[in-house]
């Protein structure tokens, strides 16, 4: 694989239509995106989906994750027949670590059964501000225990049915009064109070062997009074990295929210995320902003700005995490897809969080 190539590998993107264009696998065959995530207007049937999914794979020489915000409730990008879930809110409220494990379980097979490999969820935002707009409904819980306690059973039922999971959004987007689709919001908390609160979770995540984080675009000025956590080296690199010990992927979330793209434009967000620890750019439209971010990051690299090192570490987790999760060698289900989606197992699960039983 040449330079170039690696380069594309740090890119997961958006595309619009619900099959690949021509320019579309034309671009994936030259660029070799690490992977593309999916939206509600890519997604048809179920049938539809694994038909475009598989059509996504064709062109690329190498796997590529084909990602997902599929966290249930509010954020649920994929209809029926697909099972409904519940939001995390309600599996946070009901309590139970065994329904949350086999909710986990089951949503991890109705993705894999239509060929979507990676799942941007769990959410290990702890909700101490009932008011905040983007995250309510959301979260597990306010209490750090509930949402470690209940979280990783989900995330154990994601992981051991095979699908890639990412938690999100370090370092911690609960205590919020910004959308940061809209915004740079602006955490306020002391070390101490982070580090019982909101990093809390993600250090359970990271002692349970999470693949994959993602990053929010906020200000926590206590970690770093100048850049947001998305491109801020000393929380990427000195916290996440040295301090906390996660050797896995980071994945930005989307460069093109303004909580990053106010101030930053697409390409040199991207090298700045990249040169603060990060592996996996996300940019979910715009294909012209794709491509500039692409170039801008090659350019980086041809001018030393970026070394090739830096770009190459990333590459490996890259290929490390495709090797462990998207191996073609991987065994796949047999079972028919409509055997799988929105199954009765499926909905029972679904109708047991949704009226609040289980074991605790």
Known sequence: MTLRQEIGQLFILGFEGRAPSF???????ERLPGGVILFADNLGSPEEIATLTSALQAPSPTPLFVAIDQEGGKVTRLGPPFTQWPSAATVGAVGSTGLAYA??????????????NMNFAPVLDVLTNPANPIMAGRCFGSDPRVVIRLGMAFFRGLKDMGLLTVGKHFPGH???TVDSHLGLPVVP????RLLVVELSPFVAAIGEGIPALMTAHL????????????????????????RLGFSGLIISD????????????????????????????????????QRQAILAVAEAVETGRLSEARVRLSCDR???AKAAYLSPGMPASTRPIRDVVGCDAHRRVAELLQAGTGQK
């Not at 909710?103 to 979507?116: C, D, R, S, T, Y």
């Not at 956590?229 to 916290?239: H, K, M, N, V």
């Open 23 to 29: 320019a579309l696998a034309d671009f994936i065959r």
């Open 103 to 116: 909710l986990g379980k089951a949503m991890a097979q109705e993705l894999l059964a239509v060929g979507i």
């Open 174 to 176: 609960g205590d919020t």
């Open 189 to 192: 908390h002391d070390h101490a």
């Open 219 to 242: 200000l926590v000025p206590a970690l770093d009074p100048e850049r947001p956590a998305t491109l801020s080296r000393p929380i990427l690199t000195e916290l996440l990295r040295e």
């Open 254 to 289: 989307d460069l093109l929210m303004r909580g990053v793209a106010d101030t930053t434009p697409p390409g040199e967000a991207a090298i700045r995320f990249l040169d603060a620890g990060g592996d996996c750019v996300l940019i979910c439209h715009d294909a012209a902003a």
């Open 318 to 320: 890259i290929a490390a």
